[in-house]
């Protein structure tokens, strides 16, 4: 129900940012990354229900000590604090255990800074952050807990923008675009700060803050330089493996997996400061030549998907099992084949042609759908 918002948002960001700068926020090969990794991490949602909502609730059943009344203003705004609470506390380690990092830095691995940002998820992350909700189910009605977990989310969606600059004395209190491009930052300055969700006095209180100074560039100290979206959320899992295996003693694997990404043997647990890259000021974004037309024809197909992938989850509970499965790995196929179209890779041209061959014989025997009837002869052309 929050797509149509999102749009909305994206589309008035566009128009700002044309009315201040003449120039749009974003690049579309980025846009479109991003908008692969949201579709992707939100997929195994298609199948399993939300692990964060079951956890939490089999908690309250079976072992919350006292039970603060649903309607209570003041249960409200304790949750509010306490799922922010719980958030700083799980960003903050998903930054400074490698394992962790390894899922969240799929959501700093764009260069742009826009709204499409806030949609580039990980698939993995939401397997180990349920555990910093548990505390509150001991005694906060999971309904109360279900509001505030989604609030938190969505409040976190505009303030990855450029557009807005300082919001005054709000800035004390809640965390602000300003605040949140330091976090994306990968600036020496920027690197570990600002770990908010709805509120920025969490850093302010345990020393994590940093105000906005040096024009920020975007993106992680080493950049990944691709589009791909299966190999933008499982690369950091291969080179945590390699390392793995490459670095002697038994207690130095396990650093490599439990300290910081910027670990190495007689390294403090999160590294050395100096190590971080210095910037310049000259760094140029990933952005591979890609003929205008094929922008276009990644731009409409890439829409069709969005369009398949909104169908099935309005109507997931009326296929079968094998539907399901069947049109999720046709959108895996599809996102992939766009993040190597966008780097115009030899080999995406075949991958191109077999995805679409797939797409007309099961659109053919009526395995996808539109949700607009009227596009259905469009899309076979």
């Not at 906005?212 to 330089?225: M, S």
Request: a neutral charge; glycine letters at 6%; hydrophobic letters at 45%.
């Amino acid at each position: 129900q929050s797509i149509p918002f999102f749009i909305t948002f994206i589309g008035l960001e566009f128009a700002v940012s044309w009315i201040q700068k003449r120039k749009l926020p974003g690049r579309i090969n980025d846009g479109i990354s991003s908008l692969s990794l949201g579709i992707l991490s939100r997929l195994p949602d298609v199948l399993f229900r939300s692990i964060d909502l079951i956890s939490y609730i089999y908690v309250w059943n079976n072992y919350r000590l006292f039970e603060l009344p649903w309607d209570s203003p003041w249960t409200w705004y304790l949750t509010l604090l306490g799922v922010d609470l719980a958030y700083y506390c799980f960003h903050r380690i998903s930054h400074e255990v490698n394992i962790l990092w390894a899922a969240h830095q799929v959501h700093h691995s764009s260069e742009d800074y826009n709204l499409f940002t806030a949609l580039r998820q990980s698939v993995l992350q939401k397997y180990t952050s349920w555990m910093f909700n548990l505390p509150m189910a001991l005694f906060i009605p999971p309904s109360v807990f279900a509001v505030h977990l989604q609030f938190n989310l969505l409040y976190q969606f505009w303030i990855h923008t450029e557009v807005i600059t300082k919001l005054g004395p709000l800035e004390w209190i809640l965390n602000t675009p300003s605040h949140h491009r330091v976090h994306h930052g990968r600036n020496p300055y920027c690197i570990d700060k600002n770990y908010g969700g709805t509120l920025i006095i969490w850093d302010r209180i345990f020393g994590t803050f940093e105000a906005e100074d040096a024009k920020v560039v975007y993106g992680l100290t080493h950049p990944v330089n691709s589009f791909d979206p299966i190999m933008l959320q499982l690369r950091p899992l291969a080179h945590i493996w390699n390392t793995f295996w490459a670095t002697p003693g038994f207690c130095n694997k396990l650093s490599v997996i439990f300290k910081g990404p910027g670990w190495g043997p007689g390294k403090p647990r999160l590294g050395l400061p100096e190590e971080i890259p210095v910037i310049t000021g000259k760094e140029v974004p990933f952005d591979p030549p890609v003929p205008a037309y094929l922008n276009c024809y990644a731009l409409v197909h890439f829409a069709i998907i969005v369009d398949l992938y909104t169908e099935l989850l309005a109507s997931v509970t009326m296929l079968s099992q094998g539907a399901v499965l069947l049109r999720i790995a046709f959108i895996i196929l599809s996102l992939a084949s766009f993040g190597l179209l966008m780097e115009n890779k030899s080999k995406a041209g075949i991958l191109e042609i077999i995805r679409c061959l797939v797409f007309i014989g099961v659109y053919k025997f009526g395995y996808f759908r539109s949700q607009f009837s009227f596009l259905g002869y469009a899309y076979e052309v």
